[in-house]
């Protein structure tokens, strides 16, 4: 029997503005098995585009489209280098997800007004892997009255879901989002409970703006420096108090709230404080907020498996298991897949999900009226050009 087309390539660069995750995977049924995992950091130069392109700016419609064209070529990078390392050709693949770069989320209100936008050229990827594109996931869940996020809750619960007992999945990206899994009953004729998830609030974001502005690093490796510091309660709780953190799901947020001005205005009530001191509060802020989300909407959680760069967080681990003392908090790696692998294979499967006709969403996470293909396709074509 000849090799057939059945791989998938998941493509994420989330709102931390780190870089791309891919990975090269297939499924057996829905379980993935990862061939090859490439994180490629974007230059500062990218970095610092999209970042500028996350507020209102002059001729933002050219700057966002050649932005796109340099994402895209990075996603063009990644592949090659998945394809490389997996030692497969591009025809192997059945199609590749790519998220692009969030650079507005106003998912608004059931009035039509809502929008979400990711930067890309899944048309230039296409036509430069040789591999069909699925994009632009989050649109159609917002025309349907849905907050286009998070999607990562239906992946996570075909992978993480357990039998016995209910079990949450907190994923800590540039924001961060709590998927909440009930047990999946045994028998075909019980309902399962319903999946929940939402975004939680911040993730690194605010602590990798502080660390990049006083340390020169674009994150805080292993939550070193915040470790340094003694958290502020004051300054903790003006943190607390935005009512973003209080208002029930379905919700998401971005950038567009949790932001260097955001936090300047938080920060203007105590000038003088040490740098680590506000790195360890806005650790601390990040670990509650979750803790907090967790306690009201974990539905009787034991289990709490953690995925994203903020996994790889000691200190902000430390605080999240500090201030959930009856769980069990442990990296997804316990469970199979590494925490930087999470997101990018959750694309890889909703890109399948697309190529198959089926949904991807979960209308009891983002609101919308129901669960939708998600997802534009745009094909190879052919001949495109090889790898
Ligand atoms: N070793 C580490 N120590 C502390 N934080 C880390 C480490 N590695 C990654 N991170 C954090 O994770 C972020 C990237 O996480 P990621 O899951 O890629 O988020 P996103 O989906 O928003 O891009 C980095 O910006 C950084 O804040
Ligand atoms: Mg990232």
Redesign the pocket.
């Known amino acids: 029997m000849g090799a057939a087309a059945d791989h998938f390539i998941g493509l ?8 791309v ?1 891919g990975v090269l995977c297939r499924f057996e049924g829905d379980q993935p098995q990862v061939v090859a995992h490439v ?1 490629l950091p974007f230059t500062q130069g990218l970095k610092q585009t999209l970042l500028d392109l996350n507020t209102p700016g002059t001729n933002e419609l050219h700057r966002a489209a050649l932005a796109a064209n340099a994402l895209a070529r990075t996603y063009v990078a990644v592949v090659a280098r998945l394809l490389g390392e997996g030692g497969l050709p591009a025809w192997r693949v059945l199609a590749i997800g790519a998220h692009g770069q969030t650079v507005r989320h106003q998912p608004g209100l059931h009035d039509g007004t809502g929008y979400t936008l990711q930067l890309n050229n899944p048309a230039l990827l296409a036509e430069h892997t040789g591999i069909d594109v699925v994009a632009d996931f989050r649109s159609r869940d917002i025309a349907a009255g849905g907050q286009g996020a998070p999607l990562v809750p239906a992946f996570h619960a075909r992978v993480f879901g357990q039998s016995e007992q209910t079990v949450s999945v907190l ?5 961060s989002n709590l998927t909440v899994i009930p047990p999946r009953p045994p028998a075909q004729t019980q309902r399962a409970g319903e999946v929940r998830g939402f975004d939680c609030g911040p ?3 605010l ?2 703006h502080w ?1 990049q502005q006083h340390t020169g690093q ?6 070193a420096w915040a470790a340094q510091g003694e958290v502020h309660t004051g300054l903790l709780q003006a943190l607390l108090n935005e009512p973003f953190l209080d208002q029930p799901p379905p919700k998401s947020t971005g950038r567009d709230l949790f932001n260097p001005d955001w936090l300047a205005q938080r920060l203007a009530a105590w000038p003088g404080l040490r740098a680590a001191d506000v790195q360890a509060t806005l650790t601390e802020f990040t670990a509650l907020a979750c803790a907090n989300a967790l306690k009201l909407h974990g539905q009787g959680s034991r289990q709490l498996l953690v ?8 200190e ?1 681990m430390r605080r999240l298991r500090a201030q959930l003392p009856d769980l069990s908090v442990r990296s997804t790696a316990a469970a199979g897949l590494p ?2 692998q999470v ?1 990018a294979v959750a694309f890889a499967w909703l890109a399948r999900q697309a190529v198959l006709r089926q949904t991807g969403s979960l209308p009891s996470v983002t609101g919308a009226e129901g669960a939708r293909i998600l997802g534009a396709l745009y094909p190879a074509g052919d001949p495109p050009i090889r790898l």
Do not use: K, Q, W
Request: overall charge negative; glycine content about 26%; charged content about 20%.
């Open positions: 994420m660069s989330g709102t931390s503005l780190d870089g995750d994180a994923n800590l990206g540039g924001i993730g690194n974001a602590m990798d660390c674009a994150f805080d490796r292993g939550g995925c994203g760069g903020g996994a790889l967080n000691d902000l925490p930087l997101e």
